[in-house]
């Protein structure tokens, strides 16, 4: 076909097609219309009000909370490892490079750019807008784009990698900023919205509830993430990250950071910053360009049932304290592990999170008070908090000695060397379906005590054993890779 040809024949069909759409719109008329109709049972607005009444609340929440939401377009460098600058090398010529390894060999890193997608939130007027660590993170330039498209570079004033929040400014005013709402008031099957860019799908709306609360943070960077997390069903995908999670008054409840998926697109599971943690953090960024946490000293987790049994504090509600660091404020104060801290300044505790929360939001120097049971007994402990950025403290632990043996929890074990950090009985194996296995103790992990009691030989784990209380779980103090843990063991009749 040569171009004239090709030319007349685009034309006819054009010609075709529009004629074709004529034709349509003529049979489009009134007598084509009338041609449709409906035999569907007949209803009255009254019977969907419910789901009217629903649309038009999510609606207005929309609308309220839109204009405060930004689209965030983020350009950086990071450096690749060695084995992605040897994917690049076409693979007959691998082979040559393979045969050279080791520092004196290794390849110039060149920086490779990236680009990112992500959602923030206006917080003031003047052009503060908090999004996550995760969305700036190595970013060489931020670009923001408001709801009514206006652009604006803008400045990155401080990030924080524990609670994964940063906040960045754009020079403007009169900017439409969010609310915040009281996220310790969520209760699962809450209404809430979540706002953003999911796949580019810039300001997009999604409803759903709160699925749950306080839900820990094992998904993100470690020991060291802070605080917990709002979970819900409302989707979230890649680019929503940043972008509010609203309740029905339009109240910035949690900021969206991650989802729980096999596949990375939305599996009903997302995750997001509670606002009570979101505000301290980001007033501090705003205020010192970083966060300024007070230091307690202790490593603590949630207070089970089996735990709260044995220490006979059932029904209890609190954070139990596994270690307690050396050179810590909590050990100057007099704090002790099995300790279960029930209230911290006036605060009720119900798990670790909140303490961990509770007292970073406290200024180093300043004095807190911490309510504790310690052996069914209520004591108030003052203590005054440090800088948590300047903290090192190591648990504190006994002394070793070297005798070795196997005792009677299914498990083989031996002294620790005199000149380990940590003082106990080292795990050499775990007898399958043994107490010890049930508990979930593995090999190498240290026996530091057991129902409170230092031991550093089989003397002295054979002793406890036999002074345990019958029916009663053993309460074991153990070292992992982890950090300190308290295990509830099970008396050997109750564990198969």
Do not use: W
């Not at 054009?14 to 009338?34: D, I, N, W």
């Not at 103790?441 to 036999?466: M, Y």
């Amino acid at each position: 076909m040569n171009a004239k040809t090709r030319s007349v024949s685009v034309v006819t069909s054009c010609l075709a097609a529009c004629g074709l759409g004529v034709a349509l719109m003529a049979s489009s008329g009134p007598a084509a219309r009338s041609v449709m109709s409906s035999n569907m049972a007949p209803f009255t607005d009254a019977a969907v009000a419910p789901l009217l009444a629903l649309d038009r609340a999510t609606e207005a929440v929309a609308e309220r909370i839109t204009p405060a939401v930004v689209n965030i377009q983020v350009v950086g460098h990071s450096s690749p490892s060695i084995s992605q600058q040897q994917e690049q090398i076409p693979e007959p010529f691998q082979q040559f490079f393979n045969q050279f390894q080791g520092p004196q060999f290794e390849m110039p890193r060149q920086p490779q750019v990236f680009e990112a997608l992500g959602t923030g939130v206006i917080v003031s007027p003047d052009g503060y807008i908090v999004t996550n660590n995760h969305v700036v993170d190595g970013a060489n330039q931020v670009e923001v784009t408001l709801n009514d498209r206006r652009r604006f570079t803008a400045k990155v004033i401080g990030t924080d990698k524990p609670t994964d929040l940063a906040v960045i400014k754009i020079n403007a005013s009169g900017l439409t900023s969010a609310a915040f709402g009281d996220s310790s008031l969520l209760k699962p099957g809450e209404t809430v919205l979540a706002i953003g860019d999911p796949m580019g799908m810039d300001f997009s709306v999604t409803r759903g509830i709160v699925s749950a609360v306080n839900r820990s943070r094992t998904l993100s960077d470690g020991p060291d993430a802070r605080g917990a997390f709002i979970q819900t069903d409302a989707p979230i995908n890649h680019g929503n990250s940043g972008g509010p999670l609203v309740n029905a008054r339009g109240e910035v409840v949690g900021i969206n950071t991650e989802i729980l998926s096999s596949s990375g697109a939305s599996a009903g599971i997302g995750f997001a910053i509670p606002s009570d943690l979101v505000q301290p953090t980001a007033a501090s960024l705003i205020k010192n360009g970083k966060v300024v946490r007070g230091y307690l000293g202790v490593e603590v987790s949630d207070l089970t049932p089996d735990v709260a049994d044995s220490l006979n504090e059932t029904g209890v509600k609190g954070a139990l304290v596994n270690q307690v660091n050396s050179g810590s404020p909590a050990l100057a104060a007099g704090l002790k592990p099995y300790d279960v801290i029930t209230r911290f300044n006036g605060h009720p505790i119900a798990g670790s999170s909140e303490l961990q929360t509770l007292a970073g939001a406290v200024a180093p120097g300043e004095t807190a008070s911490v309510e504790v049971l310690r052996h069914g007994q209520p004591k108030t402990i003052s203590v005054t908090l440090g800088d948590a950025a300047s903290a090192s403290g190591q648990p504190v632990s006994a002394d070793a000695s070297n005798e070795s043996s196997t005792p009677k929890l299914g498990m083989q074990v031996t002294p620790t060397d005199p000149n380990s950090d940590v003082a106990g009985l080292r795990v050499q194996s775990v007898t399958p379906g043994s107490p010890a296995m049930v508990a979930g103790i593995g090999r190498d992990d240290i026996i530091e005590q057991v129902n409170e009691h230092p031991v550093t030989t089989v003397a002295e784990l054979q002793h406890q054993l036999a002074m345990a209380p019958k029916g009663k779980d053993l309460l074991l103090l153990v070292h992992s890779h982890a950090g300190d843990a308290i295990v509830p063991v099970p008396p050997a009749s109750e564990s198969h």
